[in-house]
């Protein structure tokens, strides 16, 4: 159903992303190694890459990098890791492969057999290559895929940062059964993260394939709607349908959002758009409270102050101070890597989602 909030994974559910799709499974059965896919929050990037992950018949580990929820310790990256291999050998019935692996590389532990497996692989002793060493080795092709894989900059061991692009770079050259997934939101964030072409970096240089997800166009957003409700079999007038999609933007996750409000029996669509934006206040809130020019910023560019020099003046006439053009360029520089605001013509900026736009329009 497409106003099922969780990402999909049927491409039954999945509306107008075939290209997207295929795009995916063609990476997957060709040779390239590495494939990012782009696209601002909400776009559909989960959905594209799991109806692409469970249609390719190849095994996969997926981890969503999101689900660290802030303790971006090793020991919490490898449980994400562990929950990864017990689903692969689940659902791949790799069972055995596993077992083997577990019989060369000290500290895999392997708990109960067959859908009640349980893998956990011990953060202290095992060194992720030869982790992904063994995969190589004992399987034809494995795709590891990793959602919103920028927050994997935030990694730390015991004794500070874990450059996990080193081990993204060494897989890279070694490890040619192994087939390498990314996303991001934070697109700037992540490109930052891979520093591929920032010759410090470990994977400097190396070829990348690249797909963005964009925002439906205006034809496939009201096409989206009405499929929706008729599954539903909801009468709603094309009015509303229009007026929807003036405010949203394209931006799938939130057309999915209000049509799942409007099918659970909210009928007040103000309410509707008041719940979306207390959900993006939740989600901004830790870059808010970093420092008040984030909000100011979004909130100048939000009611039409859209050049440097007039969100510049907006933030210094709110605070009342001196506010240094350098502070102002940092702020911005950090909402465009997050993909939070992009600068269009002229030099103007613009954010990129509408109910961001639409709260900060309202304050
Ligand atoms: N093509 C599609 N057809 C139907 N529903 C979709 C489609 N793409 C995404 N959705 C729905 O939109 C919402 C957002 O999708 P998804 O989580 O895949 O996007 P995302 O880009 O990964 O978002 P985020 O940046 O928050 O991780 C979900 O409710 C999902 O079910
Ligand atoms: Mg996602």
Known sequence: MLFDIEPKTRREDLFSRDNEVDSILN???????????????RVGKTSVLRVALNESNIPYCYIDARALENDFTKRRFYQLLSNCLTELSIKWRLENVIRNIAKIIRGISIFGSGIELNIEVDWRSIYLTDLLNALSKNLDQ?????????????????????????????????????????????????????????????????????????????????????????????????????????????????????????VRGITNIDEIYRRAMELVNEELRSLLSRSTYYGLALEAIARGKKQFGEIREYITLKLNKYVAPSEIERVLNNLMKMNIISRVSHGEYEIADPIIRMKFSQI
Request: no cysteine; glycine share 10%.
């Open 27 to 41: 990476f997957i059965k060709g040779r390239s190694r590495f494939l990012a896919i782009y696209g601002i929050r």
């Open 142 to 262: 494995i795709v590891i895929a990793i959602d919103e894989a920028q927050t994997l900059r935030m990694l730390k061991g015991g004794f500070g940062k874990i450059d996990l692009t080193q081990i993204l770079a060494y897989t890279y050259d070694n490890l040619s059964n192994i087939k390498v997934i990314l996303t991001g939101s934070e697109v700037g964030l992540l490109h930052d993260f891979l520093g591929l072409e920032n010759p410090k970096s470990p994977l400097y240089g190396r070829f990348i394939e690249e797909l963005t997800i964009t925002p439906f166009n205006r034809d496939a957003s009201i096409q989206f709607l009405i499929t929706g409700f008729r599954q539903y079999g909801i009468e709603i007038t094309m009015s509303e349908i229009l007026d929807a999609v003036d405010k949203l933007d394209g931006i799938v996750g939130w057309l999915t959002y209000y049509g799942n409000a409007r």
